[in-house]
């Protein structure tokens, strides 16, 4: 059966500081990857999506970015954190072989400070 | 590209009455809409889905129902508990493992004893 790991769970930084967010799909090959924030605890945006090692599709910009540097792994990642970065950050995965619904990681709440 | 409205945003209910959540999307072309369910503090889980080809779809006490002509779908809940208290997401995309899906805004769903 197939899992998706997510980690940390939690996670406190100043403002300024680097991020690095990682998520693994495990029992699947070639899955399309997702990352999501969810401010407020109500709505959720999508970030990043992936249909492939190194394709990345940017839906919002700003100063997040993603990658994926192998088939079932997703990186999240900041080079200056704001505080307007706080949220709780979900990745998701899909199998591209059938239309299904998004199975979503167990989420990191990002504090920025 | 596709856009999902939901309604109402907040929906407060007596356990054992019923519960309906409504959502409209744009793109005639989406032929798969999920249901997530998203508790304090967890993720999102997929509860229910379905596809165009089916009109309406029951697992215990929920249900939904889908009106591809109006291009609305909602989701019915039977019996409330205490336990159904969450937000509640619906979600549109085109039958394609590589179509993303687009989220309506949530509807925040208690259920008071």
């Known amino acids: 059966s197939q899992t998706i790991h997510q980690w940390p769970a939690t996670l406190v930084q100043p403002v300024g500081s680097p991020l690095s967010l990682e998520c693994t799909v495990e029992g699947t090959s070639n899955p399309n990857l997702y990352w999501y924030r969810q401010a407020a605890g109500r709505g959720l945006q999508l970030l990043f999506y992936?249909?492939?090692?190194?394709?990345i599709s940017s839906e919002v910009p700003q100063n997040l970015s993603a990658s994926r540097p192998q088939d079932r792994q997703f990186i999240l990642s900041s080079k200056k954190l704001l505080l307007s970065d706080s949220g709780f950050y979900l990745c998701?995965?899909?199998?591209?072989?059938?239309?299904?619904?998004?199975?979503f990681g167990s989420g990191t709440r990002l504090t920025v400070v | 590209g596709e856009n999902v409205e939901q309604h109402p945003s907040t929906l407060s209910v007596q356990e054992g009455d019923s519960a309906v959540i409504k959502c409209t999307y744009s793109d005639s072309a989406s032929n798969y809409f999920p249901w997530y369910k998203q508790e304090l503090g967890k993720r999102p889980q997929l509860i229910i889905d379905i596809r165009s080809n089916v009109g309406e779809k029951k697992d215990q006490r929920i249900a939904v129902t889908l009106n591809k002509t109006a291009k609305h779908f909602s989701l019915h809940i039977t019996e409330t508990q205490p336990e159904d208290s969450a937000v509640y997401f619906c979600?549109?995309?085109?039958?394609?493992?590589?179509?993303?899906?687009?989220f309506g805004k949530g509807t925040m769903l208690l259920v008071s004893p």
């Open positions: 979600a549109a995309s085109r039958n394609s493992g590589y179509s993303t899906l687009t």
């Open positions: 998701a995965w899909r199998d591209t072989r059938r239309a299904t619904g998004y199975t």
């Open positions: 992936s249909v492939g090692i190194g394709q």
